[in-house]
Each structure stands twice: as structure tokens, then as C-alpha cells.
């Protein structure tokens, strides 16, 4: 009954009918199964490698080897929308222009989520999001080791640990179709870090899955949260079983496949974030590779 649910999305009063059950029963078995998954959540939404010693086989591929061999993985805001009371709508509408959740999503190059944080609002910025997480769930956060790196976008400031495109030039992969390809090193940096495409492509494929994550119904905010987890759980649990799935299928065998209603083309005229927010020296990393990917393409 869960998954029909969240799969659908179905109303309760349709798996009343669908299930042959009782008002009660279907919300008690709802609620039991929602609780158990978002424990689930805390034993699966790891990393495979907490120590990310492993390089994982999308790295070594020689587009990106051995210029981002430092990669562990992608980070990014991804806004569910939800239904809210009236007096809760502004404070949850951000530039999406609907009432959201903003939820960091952290993911590694096999699609799954190996941290999140729901329960923000759509209008709280990714940068805070982030930066309060490091702080609250700093023990549990996979954060990076020395000499490693995840991959964001200009949402976030580029620094120690999370590495961003060049601001004011093309990055997202749509940009780049129909034949046109990058010109000048910071747009063929920007071509090849689009590895960070993973956590796009993660976040579409798990709305893709589980529709109810097109709009959550008028549950309690906590409740909200918790089918959002639960949602991602399940996305985690698919992967683990090795059986085929036709939206990770879809995006096996196109790296570039994003479901085209969760794409999001930012405007290229700046970051987001003050560019004092950037660190020098992870400005150092990032030239050296776009060097090292200009030397690469010439040769």
C-alpha cells in the first residue's frame, strides 16, 4: 500500500478502495512503514567508502583521469514541492516560484545518496543549508579528506573540499547539446566538471520513481520531511538489489540523461554567492586542472 502510494501518487481514500481497507488501518500501516524506511535511511544514505580511498570507475575514465581524481561525488539543492497552510507559502517559496522544500543532497557516481538534510524551506539559500549542516550534523557528515573534493554548482562558494564551475560561463550540460562545444579553458573546465551532472540526474530519477515527490500532499511538515527521506531510502535500495530498473537503465546507458522536468539552466552572468566567499587555494586546484584539460585537448 506504501509504495502504491508514494509511487502513484494514490490518495488514501484510493488505496481504501484499491486495498479493500480500512480509513484507520491505511493510515496506521502508512505510518508504520514511513518510520521504518527513514530508519532505513540512517543505515543506507552512507557512503559505500567512508574513508574514499577507492576511485571510483567514472574517474578513471579518460576524460576525467587524472584531472579529477580527487572527486568523491556531487552536492546540490533539490526542491520538492509541497503543499503548506496559507501562512506558510511565502516563507517556503524561493526562485522556483512554488512552495518547496530545499533539500542538500550529497551523492556519489553510482546515483545514490550518501547524505541528506530536508526539511528547509525552498526560500533558505544552498550555501546555508550546507555551511549549517557542517556545523549540526558534523559527526555524521562524510565530509572530504584531505586532497579530496565534491563537485557543486555556483549556488555554493568555491572551497576546501567542494569544488565549483568558473562563474560567468556555460556549465550545464543542455548548453553544451546540438553540437557545440566548449570554447577556452574555462568552459572546457566547466564541460568536463559537469561529473557533478550525477546529483541532477540522482534527483530526477528519484522523482521519476516516486511521483508523490511531484507534490507532497498536506501532511504535517515533519511528515513531509520524512516521506522525502523515505523516498530517497528506497532509491538507495534499488541500486543494492541489482535488478533492472528502467530509470537508472535510462541513465546507464546515457551519462547525459536528466529527466527534462527536473532540468535547471541558471543564467551564466555570475555566482550566486559573493566570489569573496571563494578560497584561493581551492581557485589554485581548479586552474590547475582546466590547464591540465587544455593540455589534454590540444595534445
Same mark, same amino acid.
Given at each position: 500500500?506504501?509504495?502504491?502510494?508514494?509511487?502513484?501518487?494514490?490518495?488514501?481514500?484510493?488505496?481504501?478502495?484499491?486495498?479493500?481497507?480500512?480509513?484507520?488501518?491505511?493510515?496506521?500501516?502508512?505510518?508504520?512503514?514511513?518510520?521504518?524506511?527513514?530508519?532505513?535511511?540512517?543505515?543506507?544514505?552512507?557512503?559505500?567508502?567512508?574513508?574514499?580511498?577507492?576511485?571510483?570507475?567514472?574517474?578513471?575514465?579518460?576524460?576525467?583521469?587524472?584531472?579529477?581524481?580527487?572527486?568523491?561525488?556531487?552536492?546540490?539543492?533539490?526542491?520538492?514541492?509541497?503543499?503548506?497552510?496559507?501562512?506558510?507559502?511565502?516563507?517556503?517559496?524561493?526562485?522556483?516560484?512554488?512552495?518547496?522544500?530545499?533539500?542538500?543532497?550529497?551523492?556519489?557516481?553510482?546515483?545514490?545518496?550518501?547524505?541528506?538534510?530536508?526539511?528547509?524551506?525552498?526560500?533558505?539559500?544552498?550555501?546555508?543549508?550546507?555551511?549549517?549542516?557542517?556545523?549540526?550534523?558534523?559527526?555524521?557528515?562524510?565530509?572530504?579528506?584531505?586532497?579530496?573534493?565534491?563537485?557543486?554548482?555556483?549556488?555554493?562558494?568555491?572551497?576546501?573540499?567542494?569544488?565549483?564551475?568558473?562563474?560567468?560561463?556555460?556549465?550545464? @550540460? &543542455?548548453?553544451?547539446?546540438?553540437?557545440?562545444? %566548449? =570554447?577556452?579553458?574555462?568552459? *572546457?573546465?566547466? $564541460?568536463?566538471?559537469?561529473?557533478?551532472?550525477?546529483?541532477?540526474?540522482?534527483?530526477?530519477?528519484?522523482?521519476?520513481?516516486?511521483?508523490?515527490?511531484?507534490?507532497?500532499?498536506?501532511?504535517?511538515?515533519?511528515?513531509?520531511?520524512?516521506?522525502?527521506?523515505?523516498?530517497?531510502?528506497?532509491?538507495?535500495?534499488?541500486?543494492?538489489?541489482?535488478?533492472?530498473?528502467?530509470?537508472?537503465?535510462?541513465?546507464?546507458?546515457?551519462?547525459?540523461? @536528466? &529527466?527534462?522536468?527536473?532540468?535547471?539552466?541558471? %543564467? =551564466?552572468?555570475?555566482?550566486? *554567492?559573493?566570489? $569573496?566567499?571563494?578560497?584561493?587555494?581551492?581557485?589554485?586546484?581548479?586552474?590547475?586542472?582546466?590547464?591540465?584539460?587544455?593540455?589534454?585537448?590540444?595534445?
Amino acid at each position: 500500500m506504501f509504495l502504491w502510494m508514494v509511487g502513484g501518487p494514490q490518495s488514501f481514500s484510493h488505496v481504501e478502495n484499491r486495498f479493500s481497507r480500512s480509513t484507520e488501518t491505511v493510515h496506521r500501516k502508512f505510518k508504520e512503514v514511513l518510520n521504518c524506511l527513514c530508519k532505513l535511511a540512517g543505515h543506507n544514505i552512507t557512503p559505500r567508502d567512508d574513508t574514499f580511498t577507492t576511485v571510483h570507475a567514472r574517474i578513471q575514465d579518460e576524460r576525467f583521469w587524472p584531472h579529477f581524481k580527487g572527486a568523491i561525488g556531487a552536492i546540490d539543492g533539490c526542491h520538492i514541492p509541497v503543499t503548506l497552510p496559507s501562512d506558510e507559502v511565502v516563507n517556503h517559496t524561493g526562485r522556483h516560484g512554488f512552495p518547496s522544500q530545499n533539500v542538500m543532497a550529497v551523492c556519489d557516481f553510482d546515483k545514490r545518496f550518501t547524505f541528506v538534510v530536508a526539511g528547509w524551506p525552498g526560500s533558505a539559500h544552498d550555501t546555508r543549508i550546507l555551511n549549517d549542516s557542517l556545523v549540526k550534523y558534523a559527526h555524521r557528515f562524510p565530509t572530504p579528506p584531505p586532497g579530496k573534493y565534491y563537485l557543486i554548482d555556483s549556488g555554493y562558494p568555491n572551497r576546501e573540499g567542494y569544488l565549483a564551475p568558473y562563474k560567468g560561463q556555460i556549465y550545464h @550540460i &543542455p548548453e553544451f547539446r546540438n553540437g557545440r562545444k %566548449p =570554447v577556452g579553458k574555462y568552459e *572546457v573546465y566547466n $564541460r568536463h566538471s559537469s561529473l557533478r551532472n550525477v546529483v541532477e540526474r540522482t534527483s530526477g530519477v528519484l522523482k521519476a520513481k516516486w511521483r508523490i515527490l511531484k507534490g507532497v500532499p498536506s501532511f504535517k511538515p515533519r511528515t513531509q520531511k520524512k516521506i522525502i527521506i523515505a523516498c530517497m531510502a528506497l532509491h538507495n535500495y534499488i541500486p543494492e538489489t541489482k535488478l533492472p530498473d528502467e530509470e537508472f537503465d535510462k541513465c546507464d546507458e546515457d551519462e547525459d540523461y @536528466i &529527466p527534462d522536468e527536473d532540468l535547471e539552466v541558471v %543564467p =551564466v552572468k555570475g555566482d550566486s *554567492v559573493p566570489a $569573496r566567499l571563494n578560497i584561493v587555494d581551492m581557485n589554485i586546484v581548479r586552474d590547475r586542472i582546466a590547464n591540465s584539460l587544455m593540455s589534454s585537448t590540444a595534445s
